[in-house]
C-alpha cells in the first residue's frame, strides 16, 4: 500500500495503540502520537517511554512528546493493539 494510504490510517488513529511492521520485518509498538508527511512518531511502551528524559508540554514523554518516527513509507503492516495489551 501507498504511503498516503498509512498516513490516512495514522492520522485516523492517533492517540492509539498499534503495531506497525516494516518491510525490512521490524515491530514497533507504542501509541501514534504525531503524523508528517513522511513519518509517524510513536510513544513506545515501557521502560524507554521517556526518551531523552525530558517531559516537555505536560505528556511526561521526552522529546516534546512525539517519541521517535517510523517512516511511512517503510511501513508493510499497520495493525491496532487491544486495549488491555498495555
Known amino acids: 500500500m ?5 498516513y490516512g490510517l ?4 492517533r492517540g492509539r495503540a ?3 511492521r516494516t518491510h525490512d520485518g521490524r515491530s514497533h509498538r507504542g ?3 504525531n503524523v508528517n508527511n513522511n513519518r509517524v512518531f510513536l510513544q513506545p511502551f ?5 526518551l531523552g528524559g ?3 508540554g505536560g505528556f ?4 516534546g512528546g512525539f517519541g521517535y518516527g517510523v517512516a511511512l513509507g517503510a511501513i ?4 491496532l493493539l487491544p486495549f488491555f495489551f498495555w
Open 31 to 33: 501509541i501514534i502520537s
Open 60 to 63: 511526561g514523554y521526552g522529546y
Open 54 to 56: 525530558f517531559g516537555y
Open 76 to 79: 508493510a503492516t499497520l495493525a
Open 46 to 50: 515501557g521502560r524507554n517511554r521517556n
Open 18 to 20: 498499534v503495531e506497525i
Open 10 to 13: 495514522c492520522q485516523r488513529y
Open 2 to 6: 501507498s504511503a498516503g494510504h498509512y
